[in-house]
């Protein structure tokens, strides 16, 4: 929190106190707040990667899959969000499209 009171705009810092919160069973506050630095920060890959994790393990495919999807869009050669990804459509039952993630996921990354 010091973090964070010494430089509001620190993005680091509120990913990892979210991220902390999460952790900690305060799932709707992580997910609040990962939303809101999504629209500080839209650009940035990272949040939109946890805040996509956070939805997924919630039980909130769509908001998962849209997050997903925005994160690769802003760094299309991230393989983890890739396999991410993948996992996520696999668990959807969308097995073609999970191949698909996992084949680009070991492309970008071939030691994965």
Do not use: W
């Not at 809101?36 to 956070?54: C, N, V």
């Not at 990804?85 to 191949?99: E, F, N």
């Amino acid at each position: 929190m010091k973090a964070i009171d010494a430089d509001p705009t620190n993005v680091d810092a509120k990913q990892r106190l979210a991220a902390c919160l999460f952790h900690l069973g305060e799932r709707e506050a992580a997910i609040l707040m990962l939303e809101k630095l999504r629209i500080a920060a839209p650009k940035d890959a990272e949040t939109a990667h946890l805040l996509a994790t956070a939805h997924a393990i919630s039980g909130n495919t769509e908001a998962a899959l849209e997050n997903y999807e925005a994160a690769l869009a802003i760094d299309p050669s991230d393989a983890v969000l890739e396999m991410d990804l993948g996992l996520l459509h696999r668990k959807s039952g969308a097995y073609a499209t999970a191949v698909e993630h996992y084949t680009k996921a070991i492309a970008l990354r071939p030691d994965f």
